[in-house]
């Protein structure tokens, strides 16, 4: 290697060292300017709220929502849970079925809970089915169902259907089956989703 690639090495290593250096100051900057944007907003709530926001999330399902916000926003435990709560209530003007349920991801911070909402144009009880295995069409009057509770542990008819399951399995496709049913105990309709659940663990 003769002198003059020598050179050349050194030029264009030394320039790359610069650009390097020079993409880092860039970041930081950047990043310390939106820390301080984010911090001086997070007394404002109506700027949190506009900024805390229910979006699907292809990667855990495909009618599955997820809360978004701010890498380093910090809220308030009852500010959060207020917000959250007025998001779900506005998504609920809509009507949700069991083919079509309103699901929500972990939004109050639960680990690996998710949320489901739909109605009925009747009272029904409802309940659940949730494996990692795969389902096979034949069997499912089989499976060990678990009855859906209201607030107070009990299992009661409603058109309005307000749930969470919390017994799901991070890193794995959660398979789930929900049936509504009527006072007699027949199935009146099922339907069943997948659900890809993250694991929550650092």
């Known amino acids: 290697m003769n002198k003059y690639m ?7 290593g030394f320039l790359f060292l ?4 020079l993409t880092q100051i860039v970041y930081n900057f950047g990043k310390d300017s939106y820390n301080q944007y984010i911090d001086s907003h997070e007394n404002d709530l109506e700027w949190v709220e506009k900024n805390i926001v229910l979006e699907d999330d292809y990667k855990i399902g495909s009618q599955v929502k997820v809360v978004h916000m701010p890498e380093n926003l910090s809220v308030s435990e009852e500010d959060y ?3 959250i709560n007025k998001k779900i209530k506005s998504l609920l003007v809509n009507r949700y079925s069991i083919e079509s349920p309103l699901l929500i991801y972990n939004p109050f911070k639960e680990e690996n809970s998710l949320y489901i909402y739909f109605h009925t144009g009747e009272k029904y009880y409802a309940e659940y089915y949730t494996t990692t295995e795969s389902i096979a069409i034949k069997g499912v ?7 859906f509770l209201n607030e107070n542990g009990k299992q009661v008819m409603t058109s309005s259907h307000y749930y969470v399951i919390d017994s799901l399995v991070p890193k794995k496709k959660n398979n789930i089956i929900i049936r509504i049913l009527d006072e007699n105990g027949e199935v009146i309709e099922a339907d069943n989703f997948i659900v ?3 694991n929550t663990k650092k």
């Open 196 to 198: 890809n659940i993250p």
């Open 81 to 83: 849970k207020n917000i």
């Open 141 to 147: 009057e089989e499976l060990k169902y678990q009855p």
């Open 18 to 21: 610069i650009l390097v250096v």
């Open 6 to 12: 020598i050179k050349r090495i050194i030029k264009y």
